[in-house]
């Protein structure tokens, strides 16, 4: 093999062990918030990004404000992060929606909302799933919701 051919060699070794480097770096985890008392926190790791929710209840009152906060960290610091929100049915995603209306979503550190069940949500068994992702790391909190008059 000649000099040139065992450079190229040598750097698509090198390319293929970063990218495993990388995929071995990324890290992905889904909380269930479900035994989580209302106004406690509910939160996990996945790698050095911690995230966490805190909802007033499990029952929210249709067409009534419904307060929750988001918190994120990266080792301990507030983290620059993206968040989205998926209503689960069962473990079927039926709708995502962004914090403020924003498809872009990207806070540090913590934020606070503001949602309102529809009626069409009334007695449905669903699921807030908030996506928190910083970098190649995600956490998904799962709140289960059950709207009512």
Known sequence: MNASKRVLSATAAAVALLALCDSALAASVTANCNKIKPGATCSASAGPLRAGIVASTHTPVINAKWPLKVTATLAGKPAR???EYQFLFGSIVVATQYPRSNKHFAFTGQFSDILVFPPDSEG???TLQVVVS????????DWPIDSKK
């Open 124 to 126: 449905q068994a669903l």
């Open 81 to 83: 992060a993206s968040a």
């Open 134 to 141: 910083s970098g190649a790391n995600t956490v998904r909190l």
